[in-house]
């Protein structure tokens, strides 16, 4: 199945856009890599000047996704390599390519189906997938235009994992939203399509979150942990645990990092400790006097105080990457590594399926290559401001962009399905009050077929795409007034409807 542009993994994107999830399972792995084709649209036009520069040294943040890989360099470009999309869907791009659209980043976190940006301003933007409210713009509405997370200032780091977000504000509070099954939000929610603080936290330093839960490192050295309690060793009974608990058996902690159930936890005397799937912290006897921790989506890395990197995964010894001194940041994706020296020099190894090296190869690398960064290339993402919806029927999906009339603007929110999207009028009442203006969804070209025979008087179809043999209907749900706390809604809401002949679908991506 090809994956859609739209589903902005890139950079991060789709990737950034994917990422984040690393090991973690993200609905299906061709959603996973449709978000990071979505996370790029790009514009090859511009020549390759030959300049090159490779200093990252001031911002040395860098993300590993499943097939694409991001930096942010000293100037607070982004830059993104390996599997993006283009509108021949088709690109691998072998070396890394600047990020139009997008500035003064200071890190970049990628998950599978979205990406995020803390500004040097201290505000957050993402764009990508949004059924969960994981881009925190009050919305459920995908984007493929960087918006701002409503609410957020003055961030100093930020994570994100499959569905949900946390960041770290520099008066030591945290913040999340996002899907909250498990109780990763830290608050007694259902979903949080904007931030919200979580109870009960401060003099925070540190944040990570992990696929159903997360974690804070308190001024004191004490780790915090909530969500899904099995995999955080809460010892809590039940699916999940929406409090924050302290994790007991470990202290004088400096750094964490969780990926899935796999938690590393750096402690001041250089010792590293992990846990997670049960059991307290354990020691990793075989590394001592460690600057830096980093919980990869296959493997976990250590940086030692002369700059080694160590690698391990599982109940494996740590063993040390030879041909490499000086590193001072990680990351670590599926099946592949990319570092950062303290020249600001970058290096990669590992799996190349997909370009995600940014060597110019697809050629595997059991040992580091150099990578550079190259003035000139640069990606123009299409950003746009039309809202972005997939929707799946049995094992294939279409993601499509929506434009509405200049009426219905600020006036509606979304709310998808996997096989259905409900475009409802924004009031205050709940949304099972809420007028339903419009919703889309996928039929079979029989089954469309069937329905242009069988045509009965309930509320009509009307076709308004196809992709092969599947058609996007939509259906017009408040034909007349709802019940409404206000009169001016229900006014409101019909003179949208009289519009509703303008809605209509651009463009088409599977």
């Known amino acids: 199945m090809k994956k859609t542009k739209y589903m902005i993994s890139l950079l991060v994107i789709f990737s950034i856009l994917i990422s984040g999830c690393f090991a973690e399972e993200w609905r299906t792995v061709d959603n996973k890599n449709h978000l990071i084709e979505s996370n790029s649209n790009i514009n090859n ?36 390599w390996g599997k993006v999309t283009s509108d021949t869907n088709s690109d691998l791009q072998l070396k890394p390519r600047r990020i139009s659209g997008i ?31 994981q ?16 609410g957020l200032e003055d961030i100093q780091a930020i994570d994100a994992r499959v569905t949900s977000a946390i960041a770290l504000k520099k008066d030591g509070t945290v913040w999340t939203w996002g899907d909250n099954m498990f109780g990763q939000l830290g608050v007694d929610r259902d979903n949080g399509e904007v931030p919200a603080q979580v109870p009960g936290l401060q003099d925070i330093v540190s944040v990570t979150a992990g696929n159903l839960g997360s974690l804070a490192l308190q001024e004191d ?17 039940g699916v999940g645990q929406d409090i924050p608990a302290k994790v007991e058996g470990i202290n004088d902690v400096v750094d964490i990092s969780a990926i899935g159930a796999d938690i590393l936890a750096l402690k001041k005397d250089g010792t590293v400790w992990s846990w997670g799937s049960g059991g307290p912290p354990i020691m990793v006897e075989e590394l001592t006097n460690i600057n830096a921790i980093k919980q990869g989506i296959t ?78 290339a640069a990606i123009e993402n299409d950003y746009t401001d039309q809202d972005v919806f997939t929707l799946k029927y049995d094992n294939t999906e279409i993601s499509f962009s929506v434009e509405t009339p200049s009426s219905w603007k600020d006036k509606y929110f979304v709310k998808q399905q996997e096989d259905w999207v409900g475009i409802y009028h924004n009031t205050t009442l709940p949304l099972e009050k809420a007028a339903n203006l419009l919703s889309f969804h996928i039929l079979s070209l029989k089954e469309w077929e069937e329905y242009l025979i069988e045509m009965d008087d309930g509320y009509p179809l009307k076709k308004v795409g196809e992709k092969g043999d599947l058609i996007i ?13 206000t009169s001016e809604e229900t006014e409101e809401v019909m003179r949208m409807l009289e519009d509703i002949d303008e809605v209509r679908i651009s463009n088409i991506y599977d």
């Open 45 to 80: 036009e511009n020549e390759d000047t030959g300049q090159t520069y490779s200093n990252l040294v001031e911002s040395p943040s860098i993300a590993a996704v499943n097939s694409h890989s991001l930096a942010v360099d000293h100037q607070g470009i982004l830059w993104i």
């Open 221 to 237: 050295g004490t780790v915090w942990a909530w969500g899904y309690g099995p995999q955080l060793d809460l010892n809590v009974e």
């Open 473 to 485: 209907v939509s259906t017009q749900i408040a034909e007349q007034p709802y019940s409404s706390s």
């Open 135 to 150: 881009l925190g713009d009050g919305t459920y509405i995908s984007r493929l235009k960087p918006v701002q997370i409503i």
């Open 103 to 133: 500035s003064d980043v200071s890190s970049v976190v990628g998950n599978w189906a979205y990406t995020l940006v803390l500004k040097r301003d201290g505000s957050v933007w993402g764009w990508g997938d949004n059924r969960d409210g």
């Open 299 to 376: 493997w976990s890395y250590a940086i030692d105080q002369d700059g080694i990197v160590w690698i391990w995964t599982g109940n494996e010894k740590p063993r040390r990457i030879p041909g490499l001194s000086d590193i001072v940041s990680i990351a670590g994706g599926k099946d592949y590594t990319i570092v950062v020296d303290a020249e600001g020099n970058l290096w990669s190894w590992g799996d190349n399926t997909y370009g995600q090296l940014g060597d110019g190869t697809t050629e595997s690398r059991e040992t580091p290559v150099q990578i550079s960064l190259e003035e000139g």
